[in-house]
């Protein structure tokens, strides 16, 4: 029969990373939210930044050369009011709704539209997951982790016109 552990031993499982990751996400399952519900609650916190959206965009266009870019003609106004929709039909499609926007996404976004690379999109998930990191208050590891599980299904969709 193996020695009990020592409270040191005992506290470094109780308070390992993994189970307080479970434990968060078995109180969000209890109290009837999803991770979608939970991602849609802090994309909300984060539009109460006035600039998130520019935030983002120099994130996004400071990972690549080739992605700042796409935008030195851009009307950047216009395309932060594209990016707002863009995360809500993500968002949307997440909590069940049609693809149909996304499809059509994917279609401009594609080699024969604009032709925006697939690993483009791992790019774009790291400069919104800093941008949320820096405007969300509650921001946490795990919220991050629901951000790209969440995000994931909408942006393979996307990624699947190329």
């Known amino acids: 029969m193996g020695k009990a552990p020592d ?3 005992l506290l470094k499982v109780l308070c390992s990373p993994k189970l307080i990751k479970d434990a968060n996400r078995e109180v969000a399952t ?4 999803t991770d979608a519900d ?3 609650q802090s994309y909300g916190r984060c539009n109460s ?3 998130f959206y520019d935030d983002f965009y120099e994130a996004f266009t400071g990972k690549s050369p ?3 870019e796409k935008f030195v003609n ?3 106004t216009r395309q932060q009011v594209m990016l707002r929709g863009g995360i809500k039909w ?3 499609y997440a909590l069940g ?3 149909a926007k996304l499809q059509e996404l994917g279609k401009s976004h594609s080699r024969g539209g604009l032709n925006i690379l697939p690993e483009w999109y791992d790019l774009w998930v790291e400069a919104l997951m800093e941008t949320v990191a820096k405007h969300d208050p509650k921001y946490t590891t795990e919220l991050d982790d629901q951000w790209r599980r969440v995000m994931k299904p909408g942006i393979d969709l996307i990624k699947s016109h190329y």
């Open 38 to 40: 939970i991602v849609f």
């Open 66 to 68: 080739a992605i700042a």
């Open 7 to 9: 409270g040191y031993e």
């Open 30 to 33: 209890m109290s009837g939210l």
């Open 97 to 99: 709704m049609l693809d």
């Open 90 to 92: 993500l968002l949307t």
């Open 49 to 51: 930044s006035a600039t």
């Open 74 to 76: 851009t009307n950047m």
